[in-house]
Structure formats: structure tokens, C-alpha cells
């Protein structure tokens, strides 16, 4: 066992518990781990000698360098761990340099929360929900694609994998990997449901088992680190890029939510899913914040494209499997890896809440592919159509109070303004698709 | 038209008969002048005693002043009450009669003639302009009132027209939608002591279950219960109001009701079929109460083929659209996806609901027959597990082999 973290259930500790588990485990060094507001990695690495003292939360750092982060003169930040998160790499183990990671919220000079943290963020939408939303969790299902480096070791779209949904090739060196990320996941104790061979080639999922929401953000984070982590070992690149091929399916992060017990569908559960069909629009800008998002967003492949809901329909936004563990659940499907988890999962949280605040109704489920309604089918379920680009989707997130208000001030003007920009910088790009269509013809 | 001069007795006698007829069968003041205009081939207009306009009709050609406010105020009445209107730039004849209800004015009914003298039909406007004061003096009691007819009006069959309808609605204040959905409602086993309460207190329940972004929804009491008639413009709203009104029964044992809900909900109704809804949610509610028991409220769609059994004399046609409307989604369904869905439901039934029969029958296996009867139900919306979804699919099969056409 190498984390005090088991089956994705996280056990309160105290610091001494985890300098004694650090100490056990020959830990050198601890990466004090955060996330920016676009949701990319960051970490300050520290010598075991001064874990006590990062323990207590007195590591700063320049926050004025991150993303989105700070403005004017706010620069220093510090690192407050969430002793619960604390985990060895296991890849580390017996390397004589054993390393661990413990995630932090970030906190001002002052000790107070601060409000552009992302895991603060949704802290507060889970504790503004909590008058409607008690004991929810969340699990996911995570869609990557593992390519083969190039001999410099630079990442390729090249795959020699010619598997496809559910697919067995003990042979194929990403079934090997895909094996070995399951495993150390499993190590750093997060709870795999199971994982298996995606549509595309070279396509994998891992599955994890539902947890509390803040713990399940968390753990895409740890799935991010680990998968290019061990594919590495394996001489491959792991990407969760939503859409790295054009003609193979896209990378999704089907994100499930336990809601009520099993049997009639719970009036909780049909609000919630109201709420998440009302917001779908604006949360789409979070849950999809890349303009590679949108080339995923296609009506091909199941990927979703409609505010729709169903019991069986795999390209329904919103779908409600059987029960499992005797919980009703409901799934998400929209959203992919290379959102902010903590920022998805507080707007996902905050669409529910407000569904099951305002007794919002979906509709009927819809039976049958969302891909095969028509104009007038869609208007009399007034059905709509998510976002096709970023720059849609920021205008959406824009006229949504609800969603906004998940994100606060702060990190609604960080975000916005990081991804106007992103958009603006695609814009102004010249393709390789535009000079092969225009360049002999103009 | 009335192409007497004078008109005759029988003439006002046919006249007021057909006013009478309007009145009960629910028409308002804009069928009345309508009537009115019809036969003295002339415009008519109704105003309240606010001046508000309440109806105008038969104009045709002629030109009609929005009110005649301003005209009223400059002219002298005669002694029989009857105010010549002068026109500017016109000579035909307009007047102008004030409409009572008793002593207390209620409005005015003017008459714009296209040639004819209208001093000598002037009984004719008398009886009209009584017949609106009754309709007038029902909505004087304030806004409510005028609300309150106005649904009266609507589910009493008044209108043909959606514009009439609407711009009735309108001149009361009311957004009338496109389409209801009606949700009926009693409580059962309440003690007489305390009824009143309890009845207030499921009327506030079922609003609040049945809130609606879609508009104002109206509250009408029927017997001992309620009758809500639910805005549904969209297809979505009525699936909504369908599946809040199931909620009901439950919202009430949350907050411990104490007494037995049950209900109906009728299928979505443009707005002048109105009536269409409110008595297929109350016949939901009587077979609710009679078959299923328990507090629930049953939409009128799940009740399948017992609707028809308890009008006891369904039409040949009646039962067609029955058995097309049961089997419609799973025809759909196999013309789209070239499936055997509606095959395999009547060979099911046929042998006697045996699986591997049927599989040995249509040549798959049992599996697949399994597979086709889950995708039967969640297309159907019918529970084959059901006695009464059974019923209302093998009624529907059988309808449908008596008429392969």
C-alpha cells in the first residue's frame, strides 16, 4: 500500500500521520501540487526536511506568474495541503529520489481563501449546494489516446494499435500501459472501476468509481499526471487532447453523478437534470475549454451536440444508466480532460442545484439518436443546440448568471479573459486545412 | 341581414332567439355584436364604462372611430335614451346607446350604418344592447370576475376563432397560450371539519408542484376539487405539466397532507379546445379512482384503451385512431430502423407470451426477443409487465389486425 488514501476514500489525517507515512516510505522530496485556472499542473517541490513546515501552510509562492491567478500587487500566495490528498508516485519507489505529492488550496498572505483558487471555487459551490445536494458523488469515465513518441521523443498522432471498443491485443504496448496506468491509479488509491480499449485506435478509458466531488476533481488531475507518466515508461505519449484526430473519435470525460436510490426515477434526479439541460449552453465554455473541444462536439462518434437527455441514447447530453450500487445515477457526457476539473465540477454542481431549486422538468427522455431529430422536433422539446465553437460558448457563458456565479468574479474574468484571448490567437492562425483548400485555387 | 325596413316581429323575435342562443352557449359581447352587425348589415362597436374597448364588429369597409368617447360627450341624447353620432365628413347614419345593467351604466353600444335608417331597428339594438349588459355586468364585479367569465367563456365552447379568443383574453388581461394541459384534482377521505383547510392547502401543493415557466396557470374549482389548466405551447411544457402532476401525490405526503390524492391529467389542447383537456383530466381522475387506487394522478395518455371502455360505445373510428395511436411510436420506430418491433409484440401476445415460442417463431433467439420486447416498452411507453399496459396493447394488436388498412 503506498497512500493513505484507499478505494478512492480519503481518511482525515494529521500532520504527524503524514510525516510517519513519509518517513516510512523513504519520501525525498513532496510536490506541493495546484492547478491554475486553466487547469494545467503546477507544483513547488520541496526537500522532505521542510514538509512539517509546508504542513502548516507556510510555503509561498509568486503567484503573479500563474495564469489568471493574481492582478496588481496580490503576488504572494501560499500553499494550505489537503493532508486527505497526500500519495506517493510509485514510479518513484526504489529510485532512491522517492517522490509525493500533497494538493493545496491556495490561500492569501493572510490566511484567507483565495478566490481564484479553483479548488476553493468548488468548495464554495459545493457548500452553496448543499441546502439541495447532500452526500451527491461523482465518477468518471476517462477517454485518451496513446501515441508513439518519435525518436527524438517528441509526441506523434502515429499508433501501431489497430484495436477498437472493448478490444483484447495483450501485444499491443498501450493494452500494457493502459494496464500499468489502471494499476498505479490504483496504487495512489484512487478506486478504478475498470478500464478498456476506446472506439479510436489507440483510444483507452479508464473508469473511476464514484467519490465525494472534490475528491473525484482530483483524482482527473492525478489521472492526467499519471497516464503521461507511465506511458512514458512505455515509449508513449498519453494525451487527453479532445480531439487529436480528425477522423477518429474524439476524448471525452463522462463525469456521473449518484443521485437517489435505485427505482422510480427520484423527482431530485429529473430536476437535476433539468438544471443541467437549462445551463448546458453556458457550462459548455467550462467543460469544453479548448477550440480542439469543439471539433469533438460533432455529431459523429456520440459525441453529444444537443441539450437532450435519454435512458439509452449514447449521444444524449444527459443519460441515465441503470442503477449501480443500488444509486440512481446521471451522466454527463459532454465534458472533456482538458477542462478544469474543480471549475467543471462547480458549474455542473451549481446547474443541478439550481434544477432542484426551481423544480425544473426536462421533458421526456428522448428515445432513439439525438443526431436524427429534425428543426421542428427540436423546437417543440426546445431542445439546443451546445455551443459549436469557444467563442459561442463564452458568449453563452456570458448571459448565464447561474454559472458565472459558480465560478465568482475572479476567476469568471480569469477565465474569460484567457480564453478570449486563446480564441483570438486561433483565430488569427493560418491552418494547414485552409492553404490545402485555398492556396492553388486563390 | 334583415332587409325589412322595420322589422317585423318574427323578424325580432328570430333576432333575440339567436342572441339567447349566443349567451348560452357561453358567446360574449364580441359574438353578440357580431350577431347584431350580421342583421343590421351595419358596424358595431362595444365599449365599457371605462371606455375601454370590449368588441367591435362588421366593419367591412366602413370606417369605425376607435371610440366614440369624444363624439358622446359633443352630442345630445333624445329622450328615449339613443344618441345620434355625427361623423365628420360623413352623412350615414351612427348612433349611440348607452347599455345598463339596472341603474348602473355598463357601457356603450354604437351603430355605424352602411346605408340603412337605424332609427327603425332600433329595437333590435335594444335587445342587443340588454343581452351585452348581462355579459358586461358578469365581468363588472372587477378584474377577477372579468378573468373568471372569460374561462367560463372558453371551456363553455364560445370561441371558433383563436384570434376572437385571444383578443377577448387580451382585453381582460389575460396572456392567453397557444395550448393548455389540464391537471384535475380531489382529495379523498377528508374529515368535514376540517375540508376547507385541507382543500386550500391541496390547491397550494399542486401549485407549487405544477409551477410553470410557460405562463400563469388558471384554477378552476370543479366539484370538490380543482381543475388547473396548465399553459403548454411546446410539446416539452406539456410533458412537463404531465410528469409534475404525477408528483403531486407525493409533494402532498412530504409536507403530510393526510388525505388520499387523486387526479388525471388530459392530453394538450390548442387554447380554444380547451374543454378538450379539462374533460379528459377529469375522466383520467374517475378511472384513476375507480382502477388504480391509491393516491396518484394518472395522465390521460397512460390510461390506454379504458378511456374508451368507460364512454361504453367507442365508434369504429374511435377505435382506429386508438389502436394507430398505441402502435404508431413502435411503426415509427421499425420504418426508420427496419425492426420487427410491432411483429414481434403481436406474435408475443399470439403465443401466449411465451419467449422461446416467439423466437422459434420469428426465426432469433431468445436473447433477441428479450432485447426487442425491452425496446418495445421504452419506445411504446407500455410496461409489458403490466396487466393494464397488457390490455391496452394486445386491444391495440387486435384493433389493428380487424382493420389491416
Not at chain 1, 422510480?264 to 448546458?280: K, P, V
Not at chain 2, 378573468?147 to 387580451?170: N, Q
Not at chain 2, 390548442?270 to 378538450?276: G, T
Request: aromatic share 6%; charged share 25%; with cysteine.
Amino acid at each position: 500500500m503506498l497512500s493513505i488514501q484507499t478505494n478512492g476514500e480519503r481518511k482525515t489525517l494529521s500532520k504527524r500521520d503524514v510525516l510517519k507515512v513519509a518517513k516510512e516510505r523513504d519520501v525525498r522530496y513532496v510536490r506541493l501540487s495546484f492547478v491554475d485556472i486553466l487547469g494545467i499542473g503546477k507544483n513547488v517541490t520541496i526537500p522532505v526536511s521542510e514538509l512539517e513546515s509546508a504542513l502548516e501552510g507556510k510555503v509561498s509562492f509568486d503567484g503573479g506568474s500563474i495564469d489568471g491567478f493574481v492582478r496588481g500587487e496580490e503576488a504572494d500566495m501560499m500553499l494550505v495541503p489537503d493532508l486527505s490528498t497526500f500519495a506517493v508516485y510509485p514510479w518513484t519507489l526504489g529510485s532512491g529520489n522517492v517522490e509525493a505529492r500533497i494538493i493545496c488550496d491556495i490561500a492569501t498572505p493572510d490566511g484567507e481563501a483565495f478566490e481564484g483558487c479553483p479548488r476553493t471555487t468548488l468548495r464554495r459551490a459545493l457548500e452553496d449546494a448543499r441546502d439541495v445536494l447532500t452526500g451527491v458523488r461523482a465518477g468518471l469515465e476517462v477517454e485518451f489516446y496513446l501515441f508513439e513518441l518519435a525518436a527524438d521523443g517528441a509526441p506523434t498522432v502515429q499508433t501501431s494499435d489497430v484495436g477498437s471498443y472493448f478490444d483484447s491485443d495483450e501485444s499491443d504496448s498501450g493494452e500494457v500501459a493502459r494496464l500499468d496506468i489502471a494499476t498505479t491509479l490504483e496504487a495512489m488509491g484512487l478506486s478504478v472501476a475498470s478500464a478498456h480499449h476506446e472506439h479510436g485506435a489507440g483510444q483507452h478509458e479508464v473508469d473511476l468509481n464514484e467519490t465525494p466531488i472534490l475528491t473525484t476533481a482530483d483524482a482527473l488531475i492525478t489521472t492526467r499526471i499519471v497516464a503521461k507518466h507511465v506511458a512514458a515508461r512505455h515509449h508513449l505519449h498519453a494525451t487527453f487532447m479532445p480531439k487529436p484526430l480528425e477522423t477518429c473519435a474524439g476524448s471525452g470525460v463522462h463525469i456521473y453523478f449518484t443521485t437517489a436510490p435505485a427505482g422510480e426515477l427520484a423527482e431530485e434526479t429529473l430536476f437535476a437534470i433539468g438544471g443541467l439541460l437549462e445551463h448546458a449552453p453556458a457550462f459548455t465554455a467550462v467543460c469544453n475549454p479548448t477550440v480542439n473541444s469543439y471539433k469533438r462536439l460533432v455529431a459523429a462518434w456520440d459525441a453529444p451536440i444537443y441539450t437532450a437527455w435519454s435512458y439509452r441514447s449514447a449521444n444524449a447530453l444527459v443519460r441515465v444508466p441503470s442503477p449501480q450500487g443500488g444509486l440512481q445515477r446521471i451522466e454527463v457526457r459532454s465534458a472533456d480532460a482538458s477542462c478544469n476539473p474543480y471549475l467543471a465540477m462547480a458549474v455542473l454542481v451549481a446547474s443541478i442545484a439550481h434544477g432542484i431549486r426551481n423544480h425544473l422538468l426536462p421533458g421526456d427522455p428522448l428515445i432513439g439518436s439525438t443526431y436524427d431529430l429534425n428543426d421542428r422536433e427540436r423546437d417543440a422539446r426546445r431542445i439546443r443546440m451546445l455551443p459549436k465553437s469557444l467563442r459561442q460558448a463564452l458568449a453563452e457563458l456570458e448571459k448565464d448568471a447561474v454559472v458565472r456565479g459558480a465560478l465568482g468574479d475572479h476567476v469568471y474574468q480569469a477565465f474569460r479573459d484567457a480564453k478570449f484571448a486563446e480564441y483570438e490567437r486561433y483565430r488569427r492562425a493560418v491552418h494547414p486545412w485552409e492553404r490545402e483548400a485555398y492556396l492553388r485555387i486563390y | 341581414m334583415i332587409d325589412d325596413t322595420l322589422m317585423s316581429p318574427d323578424a325580432l323575435v328570430e333576432f333575440a332567439e339567436g342572441l339567447a342562443k349566443i349567451a348560452s352557449s357561453g358567446g360574449g359581447p364580441k359574438a353578440l355584436a357580431t350577431h347584431l352587425a350580421a342583421a343590421l348589415d351595419a358596424a358595431v362597436l362595444v365599449e365599457d364604462g371605462d371606455w375601454r374597448h370590449v368588441a367591435l364588429a362588421g366593419t367591412g369597409t366602413r370606417s369605425v372611430p376607435p371610440s366614440i368617447r369624444d363624439l358622446v360627450a359633443s352630442a345630445r341624447p333624445s329622450s328615449d335614451g339613443v344618441v345620434h353620432i355625427e361623423l365628420p365628413g360623413e352623412t350615414l347614419d351612427a348612433l349611440a346607446i348607452r347599455i345598463r345593467g339596472g341603474d348602473s351604466p355598463l357601457g356603450w353600444l354604437s351603430i355605424f350604418s352602411n346605408g340603412e335608417r337605424l332609427e327603425a331597428r332600433i329595437g333590435a339594438v335594444r335587445l342587443a344592447a340588454a343581452a351585452i349588459a348581462v355579459e358586461l355586468s358578469r365581468d363588472a364585479g372587477g378584474g377577477k370576475n372579468r378573468r373568471r367569465s372569460f374561462w367560463d367563456r372558453l371551456l363553455g365552447r364560445a370561441y371558433d376563432d383563436p384570434i376572437e379568443a385571444k383578443d377577448d383574453a387580451a382585453s381582460r388581461g389575460i396572456a392567453l397560450a397557444s395550448g393548455y394541459v389540464a391537471v384535475a384534482l380531489e382529495a379523498e377521505g377528508l374529515e368535514e371539519t376540517s375540508a376547507a383547510t385541507k382543500v386550500g392547502d391541496l390547491r397550494r401543493i399542486a401549485l407549487e408542484t405544477l409551477r410553470s415557466g410557460s405562463g400563469e396557470i388558471v384554477v378552476l374549482e370543479r366539484g370538490g376539487g380543482f381543475v388547473f389548466l396548465c399553459p403548454a405551447p411546446l410539446e416539452v411544457d406539456a410533458q412537463n405539466v404531465r410528469t409534475a402532476a404525477t408528483l403531486i401525490p407525493r409533494a402532498a405526503a412530504k409536507v403530510h397532507f393526510g388525505a388520499k390524492v387523486v387526479g388525471g391529467v388530459g392530453r394538450a389542447a390548442v387554447a380554444i379546445e380547451a374543454y378538450k383537456t379539462v374533460d379528459e383530466a377529469r375522466e383520467s381522475m374517475f378511472i384513476a379512482r375507480r382502477l388504480f387506487g391509491g393516491s396518484r394522478v394518472m395522465p390521460y395518455d397512460d390510461l390506454g384503451i379504458y378511456p374508451l371502455l368507460l364512454r361504453g360505445g367507442a365508434t369504429a373510428e374511435e377505435l382506429r385512431a386508438f389502436g394507430q395511436r398505441v402502435l404508431a411510436p413502435l411503426r415509427k420506430y421499425d420504418e426508420k430502423h427496419q425492426t420487427e418491433l410491432v411483429r414481434t409484440l403481436r406474435l408475443y401476445f399470439d403465443v401466449g407470451q411465451n419467449v422461446k415460442t416467439a423466437a422459434a417463431e420469428l426465426s432469433v433467439h431468445r436473447h433477441t426477443v428479450f432485447y426487442r420486447l425491452r425496446q418495445i416498452a421504452e419506445i411504446s411507453g407500455h410496461d409489458l409487465d403490466s396487466a393494464h399496459d397488457q390490455l391496452t396493447l394486445r386491444t391495440a394488436i387486435a384493433i389493428d389486425a380487424l382493420n389491416p388498412n
